[in-house]
């Protein structure tokens, strides 16, 4: 999730991070897409990112 969420920082550019082009960067690391998004759902629900607009997502701290 470390790396979900520090690509998240990478992508965010003062805006928040399209979610395909995180989850294109961490299956090319070799994380399964399904992972990816329970990661999300995961980090969302514990209130490390949210989804600021529909395909884009922030992380909060």
Do not use: W
Request: charged residues 25%; glycine residues 8%; proline residues 0%.
């Amino acid at each position: 999730m470390q790396l979900i969420i520090a690509l998240i920082r990478k992508n965010q550019n003062g805006r928040g991070a399209n979610i395909e082009v995180v989850i294109s960067e961490a299956t090319d690391r070799g994380i399964y897409r399904d992972q990816i998004l329970n990661d999300f759902q995961h980090l969302k629900f514990n209130g490390y990112i949210y989804e600021h607009k529909t395909g884009e997502i922030k992380s909060t701290f």
